[in-house]
């Protein structure tokens, strides 16, 4: 049977380069693979117009109504190929909305997605600071900041992310209202291991999904030394989702830290976590502004993922008790997830949860073993109530 999975985003999130890498370490065929914009390149040159990634916006902005005519037609192609083919599973990417200047320019339409009839929706997401190291790197855009890395806000950039979420979230209900049964939409973070992905693409009937759940505010460094290994062996078993894999947190956290120690601070100078590279000082009231946003973000987010999972799997590695852990163990019980605790201390948690983290099929227990709570997920994984 075939199945349609649109893969979109805000843009430079580096969805398609993502996309190269994970698919092409795959070892299954069954898939074909289209990006949208070779398609609009393609139909354009045939209505006479040369559309290219320079000029693209421009062109989309200050002749929409053309513009929207070769993008339903690039999807009209795109529907007949997929048509055609006899692969099973049909990657379908393309950008979701963006705004830029006074204008915008939208990757697809309700009509587009009816005719594509997606099945699953995944919004690919890298982290601001990421993105905007992008923009300083890619010649093009850079030119369109005037070449000045102090005209790139992050708070531009979680708007484009607020923008293409919003955009899919709409359509998608729209598209559901039509009778068009979309399984679910996926805030995914860039940085899941390619293979994560495939599992997700090929192999989620073997390895459900699963939201790893751990305490992140002031233990960031540990996330790397403890976590890591934990996810890595949960991962043999389960598709598993990590909410490490967007690693905005890490702005929010060395934000509050430098005006914590400084109220009067006026320039914040960010360090990358994952490479330690530091980036330039950047505006308090560009990082307030945008951290605001963020964190709301970073709440949805989280909870996207535990939504779409099967299991929760808290990997409880510090005593204190984390508001974000028992909010995500909560938000699993409503969701009818199965919850796995790992809690090795002797200290008893709260009574909260105790309660949630015994809300697994048959022991109805909390581990102080890693590998023994990963082989009751396995043994178990057939009784979870959620569909």
Do not use: C
């Not at 163990?329 to 009574?351: D, G, H, N, Q, V």
């Amino acid at each position: 049977m075939k199945e349609v999975i649109l893969v979109t985003g805000p843009p430079l999130n580096g969805r398609d380069e993502y996309l190269m890498e994970a698919l092409g370490m795959a070892q299954e065929k069954d898939y074909a693979y289209y990006h949208v914009f070779d398609y609009i390149r393609e139909v354009g040159k045939e209505e006479g117009v040369k559309i290219t990634r320079k000029n693209v916006l421009d062109f989309a902005i200050n002749h929409q109504n053309l513009m929207n005519d070769i993008r339903d037609k690039a999807f009209e192609r795109i529907r007949e190929e997929i048509d055609e083919s006899d692969k099973g599973k049909h990657v379908v990417s393309t950008p979701s909305l963006f705004r830029w200047g006074s204008g915008s320019v939208i990757g697809f339409t309700l009509s587009n997605l009816k005719l594509l009839k997606p099945s699953r929706v995944i919004i690919i997401l890298d982290d601001v600071l990421s993105v905007r190291r992008r923009i300083i790197n890619d010649p093009e855009w850079f030119e369109r900041f005037g070449k000045l890395p102090k005209n790139i806000k992050l708070t531009t950039l979680v708007m484009w992310r607020e923008d293409a979420i919003n955009h899919v979230k709409t359509l998608v209900h729209e598209l559901k209202k039509e009778g068009v049964e979309v399984r679910y939409v996926l805030h995914f973070g860039i940085r899941h291991p390619p293979g994560v992905f495939l599992d997700l693409l090929f192999r989620e009937h073997e390895k459900p999904l699963v939201y790893l759940s751990y305490p992140m505010t002031g233990h960031e460094e540990e996330y790397y030394h403890r976590v890591r290994d934990f996810y890595t062996k949960l991962s043999e078993h389960f598709t598993v989702l990590d909410p490490g894999a967007l690693d905005d947190w890490w702005v929010v956290a060395e934000y509050d830290a430098q005006v914590n120690r400084d109220p009067s601070i006026k320039r914040i100078k960010i360090k990358h976590l994952l490479d330690g590279e530091e980036v330039e000082e950047l505006d308090r009231d560009d990082i307030e502004q945008a951290t605001e946003i963020l964190r709301r973000q970073l709440v949805e987010r989280d909870f996207n993922l535990v939504d779409v999972s099967k299991a929760i799997a808290v990997y409880h590695y510090a005593e204190g008790v984390s508001a974000g852990v028992i909010s995500e163990m909560a938000e699993a019980y409503r969701t009818l997830a199965a919850i796995y605790l790992y809690y090795p201390f002797k200290r008893r948690p709260s009574p909260f949860m105790e309660f949630y983290g015994m809300q697994n099929p048959s022991r109805r227990t909390m581990f102080k073993d890693e590998e023994e709570m990963i082989n009751a997920m396995v043994e178990e994984k057939d009784y979870w109530a959620k569909v």
